[in-house]
């Protein structure tokens, strides 16, 4: 069986496998007759599928009040630095630490 036609369920299991063994991906590879390339790429497939579930917003159930489409921000001044031009940024802080840091391109 190819890695490709091979189940979720059968896939997680070789993957579990791969992990026990403490062998590289390769050697693990070369014991089981698996061709590396496709044991790479479908575990980085499982890996952003993963991530991507992860990252997922909750689903709506109809019992439930409907998540917001938009969040309000509040936008705190900043203080200047005396000599020291200062520009206003907005910063959203993400999960999985992801910062965004918007210019306003207005001076403080």
Not at 40 to 68: F, G, I, M, V
Request: hydrophobic residues 35%; contains cysteine.
């Amino acid at each position: 069986m190819s890695l490709k036609d091979m189940s979720s369920k059968d896939w997680e299991m070789l993957y579990g496998n791969w992990q026990k063994s403490g062998l590289s991906q390769r050697k693990f590879c070369e014991s089981q007759g698996i061709e590396y390339k496709a044991f790479a790429y479908r575990r980085e497939k499982a890996s952003l599928a993963k991530r991507r579930a992860d990252c997922a917003p909750p689903k709506e159930s109809s019992a439930s009040t409907p998540l917001p489409r938009f969040i309000p921000i509040e936008v705190s001044p900043v203080k200047p630095v005396k000599k020291s031009p200062l520009f206003s940024w907005i910063e959203i802080q993400l999960p999985h630490g992801i910062c965004l840091r918007i210019p306003t391109h207005e001076v403080a």
